[in-house]
């Protein structure tokens, strides 16, 4: 026999009629939404609330502000053609194909203008359910992610749609386990994406090494390609290898080896002339690019003189690692 914690989801998103009614409350697993990403008053809302959206209209308008502390995902259950927008920026304008995904990190406001039928199963996910530690590239390229594909996605998806009420809580609460577990991974199944053109490419590379003492955020990089942040990151990676605050904090420890062979400057001195706000920071994250800390890579080039290293164009094949956090 269920709990009551267990049961404690309301109405399945599809038009009413007499079995609905005869359905209790408790029994629900999908939430009712009363507009786009508009959950019925009533519904219990848990740190994952798993919703339905359904619209027959030809063309309509949305928006919404992800709540605070959640991210949003939306899986398509049928093909649609969607148009998605920020303050102007065109995140997505396209076909949709069943299947496809697509996340809106905390207290990030989103317009979605649909043509044609549409169908989706909506996730609400509390951040707890993922990396507390998350650099701030990482998080910054969760929001507005669009997989055009994701077979995994659209399997438990279409599953837990066609079982409906029968899924019970604890599978359709699995299922956002999983989706939650999946985006939080290194690398993601993405779209093929073209590479940054050259022309951005260097106005991007000129401003990191003008600024590159002080934080730079990925919007404020995006802005100087004149793309959104989605289509940057992902257009910065394909032409370079690198994550685009990966790049920003290999280019700081170059700067740090010419101070270091060139100079007797303290390390906390150093580390502080090429951006990071702590000199443990910095260690940590020569060690990481170097593979030696910064004092036993300055006593070593000292006897041996090696020409300091330019950044390579491809990021070297180390996917796997992440820097934590970010430099101030």
């Known amino acids: 026999m269920l709990t009551e914690s267990q049961t404690a989801y309301t109405w399945i998103?599809?038009?009413?009629?007499?079995?609905?009614?005869e359905i209790p409350r408790a029994t629900q697993v999908i939430a009712r939404e009363d507009g786009w990403r508009q959950i019925a008053s009533g519904s219990k809302i848990e740190d994952i609330t798993i919703s339905r959206w359904e619209d027959s209209r030809d063309t309509k308008w949305h928006e919404a502000t992800t709540p605070d502390g959640r991210y949003f995902v939306a899986i398509a259950l049928k093909t649609t053609r969607a148009k998605l927008t920020r303050e102007r920026q065109i995140i997505f304008d396209g076909t949709m194909p069943s299947g496809t995904l697509y996340v809106s990190a905390p207290s990030r406001?989103?317009?979605?203008?649909?043509?044609?039928p549409c169908d989706f199963l909506h996730f609400h996910?509390?951040?707890?359910?993922?990396?507390?530690?998350?650099?701030?590239?990482?998080?910054?390229?969760?929001?507005?992610?669009?997989?055009?594909?994701?077979?995994?996605?659209?399997?438990l998806t279409k599953a837990l749609a066609e079982q409906g009420d029968a899924a019970g809580h604890q599978f359709a609460r699995s299922i956002g386990e999983i989706l939650a577990m999946r985006l939080a991974r290194p690398?993601?199944?993405?779209?093929?994406?073209?590479?940054?053109?050259?022309?951005?490419?260097?106005?991007?590379?000129q401003h990191i090494?003008?600024?590159?003492?002080?934080?730079?955020?990925?919007?404020?990089l995006a802005g100087i390609a004149g793309l959104s942040r989605m289509h940057f990151a992902a257009q910065f990676r394909a032409a370079t290898g690198y994550r685009p605050r990966e790049y920003l904090l290999n280019h700081r420890i170059e700067q740090a080896k010419s101070m270091l062979m060139a100079s007797e400057r303290p390390l906390a001195e150093i580390a502080l002339a090429v951006g990071f706000s702590t000199q443990a920071h910095f260690s940590t994250v020569f060690k990481r690019v170097s593979g030696q800390t910064p004092a036993?890579?300055?006593?070593?080039?000292?006897?041996?003189?090696?020409?300091?290293?330019?950044?390579?164009?491809?990021?070297?094949?180390?996917?796997?690692?992440r820097f934590a956090g970010s430099a101030a």
């Open 109 to 116: 406001q989103l317009s979605a203008q649909f043509q044609g």
């Open 125 to 155: 996910i509390s951040a707890d359910h993922f990396p507390a530690r998350w650099s701030l590239d990482a998080a910054e390229e969760l929001d507005d992610l669009v997989l055009l594909r994701d077979p995994l996605a659209a399997g």
């Open 13 to 21: 998103d599809r038009p009413a009629g007499p079995r609905d009614q």
């Open 209 to 220: 090494a003008a600024h590159f003492e002080r934080s730079i955020s990925l919007s404020e």
């Open 296 to 321: 036993r890579w300055r006593a070593a080039s000292r006897n041996q003189r090696p020409d300091v290293e330019t950044l390579p164009r491809r990021r070297p094949s180390w996917d796997g690692d």
């Open 187 to 205: 690398e993601l199944p993405r779209a093929k994406v073209n590479a940054l053109p050259k022309w951005r490419l260097r106005r991007v590379e």
